[in-house]
């Protein structure tokens, strides 16, 4: 589904990614994990169109990404959630879900100052795909309640939910995880399972928490410097010495796989 071919991404003499190849299947959790400053955001601005390559190719479902820009990135079915959680605060869960359609809306200033009957429609269908998105996170109750109001753990499934309201394809979580205590985090990781089995996304995740990546990805990358270090599935990577050594600590603190 999302293909990188031999990247390249610098800025001013530094070489964020080096000649960065993957692929992403359909259907699948793939997960990016490396140190601090290995360049796994900049793998995400290259997709969100933020970052723009000095060398090599970036697919979606077959067309060059790097044709579009980032408004068109999410019309072509591709949705992220940033590290930090960024809702608008004092606005409701229903009215933060909204905002996620906003930029595949295609209407003009003047219908909607007209309000035209087609304004009301498309008012009736978002609302409607934002109640559709409640349920399937199950917080349908939460609706009318500001954002500000909730736990940390509930923010992120509204913005993971606002990255569902388009018609997405490809999700990308930007540390989903970071800052949550263990209950949260396992409210998260189910939640990745089911995007991707009861709801038929392709998820894309960067992650420090191990053992959420461990439970999730069906496929890893491993990133230094830049560069693509290991690739398998999360078995493979949790054994791989040379991962071990750049990023999970000693070889003897690795826990063994069941
Ligand atoms: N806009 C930018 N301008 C200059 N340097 C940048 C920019 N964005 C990223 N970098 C640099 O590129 C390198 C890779 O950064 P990146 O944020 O992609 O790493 P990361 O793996 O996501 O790190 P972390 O886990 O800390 O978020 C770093 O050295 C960073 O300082």
């Known amino acids: 589904m999302l293909t990188f071919k031999n990247v390249t991404v610098q800025f001013a003499g530094l070489t964020a990614i080096n000649k960065l190849s993957f692929d992403v299947p359909a259907g699948k959790i793939f997960s990016i994990i490396g140190p601090n400053g290995a360049g796994k955001t900049t793998v995400f601005n290259c997709i969100s169109r933020f970052y723009t390559p000095v060398s090599g190719e970036i697919e979606f479902n077959g067309k060059n990404l790097l044709q579009f820009k980032p408004h068109h990135v999410i019309k072509e079915g591709i949705a992220r959630s940033f590290q930090n959680v960024e809702l608008f605060a004092n606005m409701t869960v229903l009215d933060n879900l909204l905002t996620g359609l906003h930029p595949t809306l295609n209407k003009n200033i003047f219908s909607i100052a007209l309000n035209f009957p087609a304004i009301k429609k498309s008012e009736r269908e978002a609302v409607a795909r934002a109640n559709e998105v409640m349920e399937l996170l199950d917080i349908k109750e939460l609706a009318d309640e500001k954002v500000n109001n909730l736990p940390f753990g509930y923010q992120k499934m509204v913005d993971i939910g606002r990255a569902m309201m388009s018609d997405t394809k490809l999700i990308l979580l930007d540390e989903p995880v970071a800052g949550m205590n263990p ?53 493979e990577i949790q054994r791989n010495p040379v991962v071990i050594e750049a990023y999970l600590g000693e070889v003897d603190d690795v826990a063994p796989v069941n």
């Not at 420090?208 to 990133?223: A, E, F, Q």
């Open 183 to 235: 209950v949260e985090t396992e409210k998260i990781s189910d939640l990745i399972l089911r995007l991707r089995d009861e709801m038929g996304f392709t998820v894309l995740v960067i992650e420090h928490d191990m053992s959420l990546v461990m439970k999730v990805s069906d496929y890893v990358t491993v990133m230094n410097f830049g560069q693509k270090i290991a690739e398998g599935v999360p078995q």
